[in-house]
């Protein structure tokens, strides 16, 4: 399936095996990967602090490095599946409004995608990327409503609805109503 925002055309594919956590996997190549890491200080915090830890530790923390360690790599496929490393590609590729981008992404579904690209175009600045409370529960709430209205067949199951509210309330102490998405599964 093929998603487009702005200037960045995602092709989507479904990951067969379930997660509560919204688990994505990004494929960019290593010469992509050497440009983030050399131009976004987002997505080098991220990605080599959180999912490329080791490898930065053997490359003595070095960012210059890093970058070339992944320019060695020009075609071969690097994964990205650190939630705030992929919404720095996302907001690198929004910030080079004249040039297009391609992405390949793995999610248990698509809500989870169109969720990190409002994230990436809402929610950031330089390095930081700002989520709180009512931030998330839009962006929650924003993302689900899209894939309702343009891929109702990738609409989350009630159970992972529910799981959802949930591990919000766990992680911000407030509840997340999907109720209205919930009684899609009661219309059909």
């Not at 702005?6 to 960019?28: A, P, Q, V």
């Not at 709180?132 to 343009?150: V, Y």
């Amino acid at each position: 399936m093929l998603h487009q925002h702005k200037n960045i055309k995602i092709d989507f594919s479904e990951k067969t095996y379930i997660s509560l956590t919204g688990d994505t996997e990004l494929t960019i190549d290593g010469k992509m990967a050497a440009r983030l890491i050399g131009d976004c200080c987002a997505f080098g915090e991220f990605f080599l602090e959180y999912q490329m830890e080791e490898l930065y530790d053997e490359l003595d923390r070095d960012i210059d490095k890093a970058e070339q360690h992944y320019e060695g790599l020009k075609d071969e496929e690097v994964i990205v599946s650190h939630a705030d490393a992929i919404i720095a590609v996302y907001n690198y590729a929004l910030e080079k409004e004249n040039e297009e981008f391609r992405f390949k992404v793995e999610s248990e579904n698509i809500s989870w995608v169109l969720h990190d690209i409002l994230h990436a175009t809402h929610d950031t600045a330089g390095c930081s990327i700002y989520v709180e409370s009512e931030i998330e529960r839009d962006r929650i709430l924003t993302s689900l409503r899209q894939t309702k209205e343009q891929y109702p067949e990738q609409m989350p199951e009630y159970n992972f609805l529910e799981n959802l509210e949930s591990e919000f309330f766990d992680r911000f102490k407030k509840h997340l109503d999907l109720e209205e998405f919930k009684y899609y599964y009661e219309e059909e």
